[in-house]
């Protein structure tokens, strides 16, 4: 205790002695400051009691003194004061945190009075209006130069109505943010951020300022609000068509068709590499689904995939279509199992590893020996996402073909080719089936 606490402690104030209690009453203040001056020099307790004529236990005595004022509280000019505390108390302090006795205002903590309740409510306002000020000033639209939508390819027309389909806000102003979708865009995080990272890229959207200003952020180099949450903010469509119709361009943005998508041959190249960019990903969620049935994952575990695991699915999807390495995948898991109970392994990596790994296998190994490998289904606890949907049934109007088709359009080029130099007028390719292992071989149990 220092000795500024202890002359507070033990010095009673005339001002101090409207608080003392009845029990007390009948002692003057020298006596009041006496008691309390022997009771903190560790003097009896029944002791004192019996000669100051006090009606209490000796457990209370202690809560009957008088408490000690510090100052005014700066709300409504009450007494701020100390209570004193037992001589054995656990905290080894004689006196209590500062209280304002007429509003509750506690000066040196957290304080939940009405007053510091109002206080901070105006200062959140206050920091609230200054965000909102510097995000507007930053993301001015005003500034925005907008793509013209004959300047928009292929890739750029079916990410953006993917985008546009998991929901506008109710004015058509912008996009939902992504903690707001309900369903999937993508089958993973990975392409969702994928898809978006393109597009801000093309300028094709570009993050709304209305967007709640904890989605933006900043750091020593890049102040606020320079830095955002890309799952966070509502983005705008900067797109010519559609500052001019909100509602047209709605129509003509979620909705593209194949004439849409396929402009040229550049447009091929590029579905290519969403295609299988879109096979990847749902090879990934069905990886995680299966490791969760044999609980090699919690089900609230995501899958670790390392670009090593995209690369190996990537090799296997140039030859197989999405539905055989889901047959893979199904039968290296069980294999996985095996493997990890054999072996007493924890890591689900090295599982993952494993399971990756015998699907390479297996399929290097049937196209050496040709066998045929049966095509699975869409596992549908896992919801088809909005990506897949707009590609294979509303651009494509393929439907599950697409699950059963090699995510390649250099094995269908002679069609493609035909399709767009000969069709001004063209409809919905009617893709052939060119699967893998047309043999009558089926895949043995082992390799």
């Known amino acids: 205790m220092t000795e500024t606490t202890r002359s507070q402690l033990l010095k009673v104030k005339?001002?101090?002695?409207?608080?003392?209690?009845?029990?007390?009453?009948?002692?003057?203040?020298?006596?009041?400051?006496?008691?309390?001056?022997?009771?903190?020099?560790?003097?009896?307790?029944?002791?004192?009691?019996?000669?100051?004529?006090?009606?209490?236990?000796?457990s209370d005595l202690y809560k009957l003194f008088p408490p000690v004022v510090t100052g005014?509280?700066?709300?409504?000019?009450?007494?701020?004061?100390c209570n004193r505390l037992s001589k054995s108390n656990y905290r080894n302090e004689m006196l209590d945190a500062p209280v304002c006795v007429g509003c509750g205002h506690r000066p040196l903590q957290w304080c939940d009075c009405f007053a510091c309740k109002k206080k901070r409510e105006e200062e959140a306002k206050k920091r609230e209006a200054e965000a909102r000020r510097l995000i507007q000033e930053h993301y001015d639209l005003s500034e925005l130069e907008p793509v013209p939508l004959e300047k928009m390819n292929g890739l750029d027309r079916i990410l953006l109505a993917s985008?546009?389909?998991?929901?506008?806000?109710?004015?058509?102003?912008?996009?939902?943010?992504?903690?707001?979708?309900?369903?999937?865009?993508?089958?993973?995080?990975?392409?969702?951020?994928?898809?978006?990272?393109?597009?801000?890229?093309?300028?094709?959207?570009?993050?709304?300022?209305?967007?709640?200003?904890?989605?933006?952020t900043g750091d020593e180099k890049n102040p606020f609000p320079e830095l955002y949450y890309i799952f966070r903010v509502n983005y705008h469509i900067n797109v010519d068509l559609f500052l001019k119709d909100r509602?047209?361009?709605?129509?003509?943005?979620?909705?593209?068709?194949?004439?849409d998508v396929f402009q040229n041959a550049s447009d091929v190249a590029l579905l290519d590499e969403l295609w299988m960019d879109l096979a990847i990903a749902e090879a990934e969620e069905y990886l995680e689904l299966q490791l969760k049935d044999v609980k090699v994952?919690?089900?609230?575990?995501?899958?670790?995939?390392s670009d090593d695991t995209r690369l190996i699915f990537k090799s296997i999807l140039k030859d197989f279509s999405s539905g055989q390495l889901f047959n893979?995948?199904?039968?290296?898991?069980?294999?996985?199992?095996?493997?990890?109970?054999?072996?007493?392994?924890?890591?689900?990596e090295t599982v993952i590893k494993f399971v990756v790994g015998r699907c390479r296998r297996i399929a290097e190994r049937s196209l050496a020996e040709g066998w045929m490998i049966k095509h699975f289904h869409r596992d549908y606890r896992n919801e088809q996402s909005m990506l897949s949907q707009l590609l294979y049934d509303r651009v494509l109007q393929i439907g599950e073909k697409g699950f059963?088709?090699?995510?390649?359009?250099?094995?269908?080029?002679?069609?493609?080719?035909?399709?767009?130099?000969?069709?001004?007028?063209?409809?919905?390719?009617?893709?052939?089936?060119?699967?893998?292992?047309?043999?009558?071989?089926?895949?043995?149990?082992?390799d």
Not at 183 to 212: A, Y
Not at 297 to 305: A, D, F, K, M
Not at 329 to 348: A, H, Q
């Open 404 to 446: 059963e088709l090699i995510p390649c359009w250099n094995s269908y080029s002679k069609e493609m080719e035909f399709i767009l130099d000969n069709s001004r007028d063209r409809e919905s390719p009617q893709l052939p089936a060119k699967i893998n292992g047309e043999e009558d071989n089926e895949i043995p149990d082992k």
């Open 72 to 81: 005014t509280c700066e709300y409504c000019s009450s007494p701020i004061v």
């Open 14 to 58: 005339e001002e101090e002695m409207k608080f003392v209690p009845k029990q007390l009453s009948h002692l003057s203040l020298e006596q009041v400051q006496e008691l309390i001056t022997r009771y903190y020099n560790g003097e009896r307790v029944n002791v004192l009691i019996e000669e100051y004529k006090i009606h209490c236990r000796a």
């Open 163 to 216: 985008l546009i389909r998991m929901g506008m806000d109710v004015n058509l102003e912008m996009t939902e943010p992504g903690a707001n979708w309900v369903g999937k865009m993508s089958p993973t995080p990975f392409l969702d951020r994928k898809i978006l990272n393109h597009l801000v890229t093309r300028k094709i959207i570009f993050p709304h300022p209305k967007s709640p200003t904890n989605a933006f």
């Open 297 to 305: 994952l919690s089900q609230h575990q995501l899958l670790p995939i």
């Open 247 to 259: 509602k047209k361009a709605i129509e003509v943005l979620a909705n593209p068709t194949f004439n």
């Open 328 to 348: 893979l995948i199904y039968r290296s898991v069980k294999d996985g199992l095996r493997f990890k109970e054999s072996k007493g392994i924890r890591d689900p």
